[in-house]
C-alpha cells in the first residue's frame, strides 16, 4: 500500500486516505488492456502534459483542433496516446466525437482508450488533491507485472455517449457495487464501464472525495465539515471551469 | 444543478450566475468567495491562489472543511473530464427540470454540450 499523505500538514478523514492510497497503488498495477509499466508511463506522461508547448498553443486557439504540431512528451508511449493523454489533461471540456473517432481509427482499441484515460483522471485528481491541501505529488510507484486480460466486455453496448458501456441491467458481478443503489441511471457512472476496473477505480476514489450517491438530501449521515451547498458551489464551479456542461 | 436543490432543500437562495462568473459576493453562500478562489486556484493549477485560498478557508472554517473542499475540487477535476473524454450527454430526466436554468445562464452554448 502507498504511504501517500504522510506529511500532509492536514489531517485526512480515515477512509479517503485509504481510498486515496489504494488508487495511487492501483495506477501502477496491470489493468485490464494496459500493463503496469504502460499505466505508470501514463501517469509521468499526464503530469509532463501541463507544459506542453503544443497544449498551451492549443489551450488558447478559438478552436484547438486549428493547430498542428507535436505534443512535447516523454517518448514512452505511442503518439496517439500522448495525443489522449494531454488533451484530457488539458483541454477537455472541447474534445469531440471526431477527434475520438481519429483516436480509434488510428488503432487505439476502444478499450484502451477508457482505460488511457481512467488512469489519467485518476492521477490528475489525486495530483489535484494534493495540490489542495498543498503537498508534493506523490513519486511515481514502481509498476508491477503481469499480463492484463485483454478480453473485451461481451456486455457491453454503444452509448449512451461515444463509447460503449455496460448498462445496469447488463452488469455482471464485475460492476454490481458500482451500480448499487440505482446510481446507473446517472449516465457518468455509466462511462468507464466498458472496462470495468477502471470504472470501479476511478469512483473507488471519487465516492470518497464528493459522495456514493448525490441524490440523497443535505449531508444525510454524510460526515463534512463544509455544507452541501458549499460543496455543490465547489463542484459546479469546477465543472465550468473546465467548460463541462454534464 | 444540485446548489439549487440544496437552497430548495435549506430554504435559501443562491445566486447561480456565481457559478459561472465566479463572484460570490450576492450569492449568499458562507466563505463563497474562498471557496470560489480555491476552486479556481486548484483548477487552474495557480499555486499562488491555492495557497491564500487554502490558508483562508483555514482561518475560518477549520482544517478539516479546507480538505473537505479539497476533495470535493479533485473530484471535479475528474467528473468532468469522464464525461467530456467519453461525450456522456445529460440524462433525459434532467432535460426539462434544467431548462430554464440552462437558458437563463447560457450553459447550452459549451462546446461540451452533446
Redo the contacts between chains.
Sequence with gaps: MANLFAVAP????PP?LSALETAWSQLAEPGAWLTGAERTAVVAEVRHA?NCGLCNERKKALSPYTVAGEHEHLGALPSDWVD?IHR??TD????T?SW?HEVLDAGVAEDEF?EI??V???A???D??A????VEHAALSTPQPGTPPRERLESSTPG????S?TAPENAGPELKEHYLNGRG????V???TLVPPAATQ?FG??D???MPN?SI??LEGID??????????????????????? | ???R???E??G?E?DLH???V?V?DD?S????DL??A???G????N?TQ??AA?KGI?AT???????????????????????????????E?KLEPTADLREELA??A?????
Excluded at chain 1, 441511471?185 to 457518468?188: L, R
Excluded at chain 2, 486548484?42 to 493549477?45: F, K, L, Q, S
Excluded at chain 2, 479546507?66 to 473530484?75: E, G, R, W
Design positions: 492536514a489531517t485526512i478523514r479517503l501541463w489522449v484530457v489533461a477537455s471540456g472541447r474534445l466525437q475520438l477508457i484515460i481512467g489519467a483522471i485518476l490528475i485528481t489525486i489535484a488533491f495540490d489542495g491541501i498543498g449512451p455517449g461515444w463509447v458501456t441511471q446517472f449516465n457518468i455509466r462511462s468507464l476511478l476514489l471519487l470518497c472525495l464528493y448525490p438530501r443535505e463534512r465539515s463544509i455544507s452541501r451547498a458549499q460543496m455543490e458551489f465547489l463542484a459546479a464551479r469546477s465543472s465550468l471551469l473546465f467548460g463541462c456542461f454534464y | 444543478m444540485r446548489l436543490v440544496s437552497g432543500h435549506t435559501n443562491y456565481s457559478v459561472v465566479g460570490t450569492s453562500l458562507p466563505q463563497g471557496m470560489n480555491f476552486a479556481e486548484v483548477c487552474n493549477r499555486p491555492t495557497e487554502r483555514v472554517l477549520g482544517e478539516a472543511a479546507m480538505v473537505d473542499a479539497a476533495a470535493v475540487i479533485a473530484a471535479f477535476n475528474a467528473y468532468p473530464r469522464a464525461a467530456d473524454a467519453t461525450g456522456i450527454p445529460i440524462e430526466f450553459l447550452d459549451l462546446p461540451s454540450r452533446h
